[in-house]
T-cell receptor
């Protein structure tokens, strides 16, 4: 099955600086890579995702890059703010429609606790 | 829309007791999932469903059963709880494809003594 490794497990960044979280995956058939943010006491929430037919995607201060050859993808947060403090999870999936039922499981990394220092 | 709701929010069980966790979604989603979250291990998939009457095993299915009798509900059962099942349980749902965004509930904190 798929194996997703995530680094670092904890990250402290000065407010206004950038933060980078990296993930690697093992299954070359994986084609969907979401990133989830989990605030204390809440369920995870999708913040950005990328599919294997693109190399980079941006949404305001957040960007994700994907290197299919090396099987790794990264989350970049620029101009960090205190509200960015949370646990971030990467994930990988060989996605599809219902006809692929039984083979599509989202595999999560172990999470990165990001702390923004004011 | 309430999104994804879970009941109960907290529960303490004794070893050997049984219980059912209820997940409900009002987004007419096809896919529903049950995950457990343990420190340092991220989210691990227990079981999932792609519609009424369909279920499939995830990464850690042992000791759990599920049922999807109605499209909007997904139940997770523990027949004989063990201390190793102490965890935070999250339900999620997504649309017509497995690579659609998953919407998570607020979680259920379960302690088995």
């Amino acid at each position: 099955g798929e194996n997703v490794e995530q680094h670092p497990s904890t990250l402290s960044v000065q407010e206004g600086d950038s933060a980078v979280i990296k993930c690697t995956y093992s299954d070359s058939a994986s084609n969907y890579f979401p990133w989830y943010k989990q605030e204390l006491g809440k369920g995870p929430q999708l913040i950005i995702d990328i599919r294997s037919n693109v190399g980079e995607k941006k949404d305001q201060r957040i960007a994700v890059t994907l290197n299919k050859t090396a099987k790794h993808f990264s989350l970049h947060i620029t101009e960090t703010q205190p509200e960015d403090s949370a646990v971030y999870f990467c994930a990988a999936l060989k996605g599809g429609d219902i006809s692929n039922f039984g083979n599509e499981k989202l595999t999560f990394g172990t999470g990165t606790r990001l702390t923004i220092i004011p | 829309n309430a999104g994804v709701t879970q009941t109960p929010k907290f529960r303490v069980l004794k070893t050997g007791q049984s219980m059912t966790l209820l997940c409900a979604q009002d987004m007419n989603h096809e896919y529903m999932y049950w995950y457990r979250q343990d420190p340092g291990m991220g989210l691990r998939l227990i079981h999932y469903s792609v519609g009424e009457g369909t279920t499939a095993k995830g990464e850690v299915p042992d000791g759990y059963n599920v049922s999807r009798l109605k499209k909007q509900n997904f139940l997770l059962g523990l027949e004989s709880a063990a201390p190793s099942q102490t965890s935070v349980y999250f339900c999620a749902s997504s649309g017509l494809r497995s690579d659609n965004e998953q919407f998570f509930g607020p979680g259920t904190r379960l302690t088995v003594l």
